[in-house]
């Protein structure tokens, strides 16, 4: 093991940048040679490679986004796609890579290990928090603080107006940010796609929190189970209630990386450059009861999420009592 490529692909996540500090200061005080791959499987393809050294990486820990940039590439989807990727690997003599990203970036990692043999390590990156295998993903803590402190400002403004919001949060099928977000701030509602809840059970809990006298009610939904006008829209026609919407969007991706996620980041970073030298591959890292751990990607990927039903039925109790 000489070189190394480091990648980041999919949805941008803080704590990306954390990863690539450690993984290419890992590298150098290894002896290993690093490189950056621009664009993610898209620069791979394209052959976008870029040598990093110590100071590449300065001042970076800290930022939201990624400074290698990300893609969302279908060409890595082909076999003409594969094939340039793993020729830009061979072009520029790049024993190990490092990819950073989803689950769907972790398949493209796949691929370059059991089609091509390369040696490949997958690091979580992603605010959704949606991989079974790890207990977190980059990403997913900042992303929930970025909901709590919209959350907040939001109160100030629908509290003093008796009014109520739908706030639309990110995870794509994954009810995590809604849960996480929802009970640290402590939302009216929950609405997740891993628990059904009809839109009778919405409008029950509002009448009954109106005609209790709670009026600025927060209502958090989770991408996956709905959008936030539609709801905003049927919620008018069902109930008298003075009610807003909003998508808090990519908001949730940016600023900086809460500690945990830089942490993390680093933690993961370091744990994935271990692996490659002791000749690992196919492996994607993740924590379990704060242990770094690393599985085999197969297994990583076939295994089923699990909701935390008891912190999602403890997040109603809270509300119960108007
Ligand atoms: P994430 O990694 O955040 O889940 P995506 O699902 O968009 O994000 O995947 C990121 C990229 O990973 C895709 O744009 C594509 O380049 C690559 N990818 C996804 N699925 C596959 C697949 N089945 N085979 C090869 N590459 C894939
Ligand atoms: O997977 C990360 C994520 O931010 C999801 O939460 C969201 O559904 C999606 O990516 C948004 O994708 P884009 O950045 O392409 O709009």
Same mark, same amino acid.
């Given at each position: 093991m000489?070189?190394?490529?480091?990648?980041?692909?999919?949805?941008?996540?803080?704590?990306?940048?954390?990863?690539i500090?450690?993984?290419?200061?890992?590298?150098?005080?290894? /002896?290993? #040679?690093v490189? /950056?791959?621009?664009?993610?499987y898209?620069? $791979?393809?394209?052959?976008? !490679? +870029?040598?990093?050294?110590?100071? %590449?990486?300065?001042?970076?820990?800290?930022?939201?986004?990624?400074?290698?940039?990300?893609?969302?590439? %279908?060409?890595?989807?082909?076999d #003409?796609?594969?094939?340039?990727?793993?020729?830009? $690997? !061979?072009?520029?003599?790049?024993? /190990?890579?490092?990819?950073?990203? /989803?689950?769907?970036?972790?398949?493209?990692?796949?691929?370059?290990?059991?089609?091509f043999?390369?040696?490949?390590?997958?690091?979580?990156?992603?605010?959704?928090?949606?991989?079974a295998?790890?207990?977190? &993903? $980059?990403?997913?803590?900042?992303?929930?603080?970025a909901?709590?402190?919209?959350i907040k400002?939001?109160?100030?403004?629908?509290?003093?107006?008796e009014?109520s919001?739908?706030?639309?949060?990110?995870?794509?099928?994954?009810?995590?940010?809604?849960?996480?977000?929802?009970? &640290?701030?402590?939302? #009216?509602?929950?609405? !997740?796609p891993?628990?059904?809840?009809?839109?009778? #059970?919405?409008?029950?809990?509002?009448?009954?929190? *109106?005609?209790?006298?709670?009026?600025?009610?927060i +209502?958090?939904?989770?991408?996956?189970?709905?959008?936030?006008?539609?709801?905003?829209?049927? @919620?008018?026609?069902? @109930?008298?209630?003075?009610?807003? %919407?909003m998508? +808090?969007?990519?908001?949730?991706?940016?600023g900086?990386?809460?500690?945990?996620?830089? *942490?993390?980041?680093?933690?993961?970073?370091?744990?994935?450059?271990?692996? $490659?030298?002791?000749?690992?591959?196919?492996?994607?890292?993740?924590?379990?009861?704060?242990?770094?751990?690393?599985?085999?990607i197969?297994?990583?990927?076939?295994k089923?999420?699990?909701?935390?039903?008891?912190?999602?039925?403890?997040?109603n109790?809270?509300?119960?009592s108007?």
């Amino acid at each position: 093991m000489k070189k190394i490529a480091v990648l980041t692909s999919g949805g941008d996540s803080q704590g990306m940048n954390a990863a690539i500090y450690a993984v290419v200061r890992m590298a150098l005080d290894n /002896g290993l #040679e690093v490189v /950056g791959i621009e664009d993610g499987y898209q620069g $791979l393809i394209a052959g976008s !490679v +870029v040598p990093m050294n110590a100071k %590449s990486v300065d001042g970076i820990i800290h930022r939201g986004g990624t400074v290698l940039r990300t893609s969302r590439c %279908s060409a890595m989807k082909t076999d #003409e796609g594969q094939n340039k990727a793993y020729k830009t $690997l !061979v072009d520029n003599n790049i024993d /190990g890579l490092v990819v950073i990203g /989803g689950d769907g970036s972790f398949q493209g990692a796949k691929i370059l290990a059991t089609k091509f043999g390369v040696l490949t390590m997958g690091i979580p990156g992603t605010i959704d928090n949606d991989l079974a295998y790890t207990d977190f &993903t $980059l990403g997913f803590d900042s992303a929930v603080n970025a909901v709590m402190q919209t959350i907040k400002m939001l109160r100030d403004t629908m509290s003093c107006n008796e009014r109520s919001c739908v706030v639309e949060v990110m995870g794509r099928n994954c009810g995590d940010i809604a849960l996480h977000a929802g009970i &640290t701030s402590a939302a #009216e509602m929950i609405i !997740v796609p891993e628990v059904r809840c009809s839109f009778e #059970e919405v409008v029950a809990r509002l009448k009954y929190n *109106l005609e209790h006298g709670k009026k600025d009610n927060i +209502v958090v939904l989770a991408e996956g189970a709905g959008k936030a006008v539609e709801m905003e829209a049927k @919620l008018k026609q069902a @109930l008298p209630i003075n009610l807003r %919407s909003m998508v +808090v969007g990519h908001l949730q991706r940016g600023g900086d990386a809460s500690y945990a996620d830089r *942490l993390l980041g680093v933690r993961m970073g370091e744990h994935a450059v271990q692996c $490659l030298l002791d000749g690992k591959t196919s492996r994607v890292v993740g924590i379990r009861h704060d242990v770094i751990i690393d599985e085999d990607i197969v297994e990583a990927l076939s295994k089923r999420k699990s909701f935390d039903l008891n912190l999602y039925n403890l997040a109603n109790r809270l509300v119960n009592s108007y």
